[in-house]
């Protein structure tokens, strides 16, 4: 018991203990937005990035998406549990195996929703400017997200989302109690140098420390 309640101290109090807490944005930086539904979390990121020479429907290797989603200016990447991920397709929740399987380790998706313009702003909802080399690293970290297939190239796990405009991907990993979707984010913004929280399980600590930096 000592050893549990020790594990879910930390995991509360890790959340309001920053990491990166020197980063400041950068004037004229690329801008990315961090998201939230309440539970979840991504990071929303530019469709393509000059300075940088990211360009994501390039990285995503579908052409169907690229014909469709050209002209979308940003597009959006959580990591999640898969069974969690499919079991709230139409409107759903998932029942009570799936949440209790996502405990253990599990088998893990990337989700990535094309946004028509960029996110509105909000109490979910948190813009930043970061330097291209701070781009260029959380880049890489969504990348190496993504199960590659033979020729490295992305997999799309099915042709449908929750929408017409997001779809789901292979994702490398395992997800679990100590390993989830809001952590797979705070993760991103800290290798990239940006304000996160030592842990984040839980969506809201990583709004709550991203909201925390100054200009």
Known sequence: MSVVAALVLFLLTGTVVPLNRQFRQTPDGVPIFVVSNGFHTDVVLPMREARTGQDWL????????SARFARYPYVAFGWGNEGFYLGSMGGKFPGPKTIGGALFPSRTL?????????????????????????????????????RPDSLNRPQLHQPTGYSPEDFFFRARGRYHALRTCNDWTNQGLRQAGIRAALKAPLAA?????ARRTKR
């Not at 390039?58 to 998406?65: D, E, M, N, R, W």
């Not at 813009?127 to 701070?134: C, D, G, K």
């Not at 600590?205 to 420390?209: A, E, K, R």
């Open 205 to 209: 600590g990583v709004i709550f420390q």
């Open 58 to 65: 390039q990285t995503l290797s579908q052409p169907a998406l």
């Open 110 to 146: 990337m989700h990535v929703d094309f946004y028509r313009a960029a996110p509105d702003s909000g109490a979910r909802v948190v813009p930043l400017r970061i330097s291209p080399e701070q781009y260029r690293t959380l880049a890489a970290y969504v990348q190496r997200s993504f």
